[in-house]
């Protein structure tokens, strides 16, 4: 997938793993060239939360923005203090993105069916193009 991102830079903004600097997690890769996808300068990257205050956690984070800065990345760091959006945030992101699926995550119960509301007011429908899943429950998409 990272191959067809290249190929249209601009058409594609990539949600990843590793705001804590956790080694191997997919910025870390992207950092250290490990994949298909290369930074350019200018590029940005977001961190949604700030560090864990954990020794690992921030030596960790250090050296991933190290490695973005040696790319020439623009890091754009504490956007969202408490690591959660709002249900203004969500509504302001789900406008702005537009995507095809909805499918709420990281949270408990309360969390995401607090979510697939505001996606049904937004016009998504619960089995077409929302969808409410539990820890290891899969879903294919067309």
Not at 10 to 21: A, D, I, M, S
Not at 106 to 135: F, P, R, V, W
């Amino acid at each position: 997938m990272l191959k067809k991102v290249i190929k249209n830079r601009k058409e594609w903004l990539v949600v990843c793993t590793g705001h804590q600097g956790e080694p191997d997690s997919v910025l870390d890769k992207l950092a250290r060239d490990f994949l298909p996808y290369k930074f350019s300068k200018n590029d940005h990257v977001i961190f949604s939360t700030c560090v864990i205050p954990t020794t690992w956690n921030v030596i960790n984070r250090q050296k991933l923005e190290k490695k973005l800065r040696d790319h020439g990345v623009r890091i754009f760091t504490d956007v969202h203090v408490s690591g959660h959006c709002s249900r203004e945030d969500l509504r302001d992101a789900i406008e702005m993105l537009q995507p095809q699926h909805i499918i709420p995550a990281h949270g408990g119960i309360d969390k995401t069916t607090a979510m697939a509301e505001l996606a049904s007011e937004l016009g998504y429908k619960l089995k077409s193009n929302l969808h409410l899943l539990q820890n290891g429950m899969t879903i294919q998409l067309d």
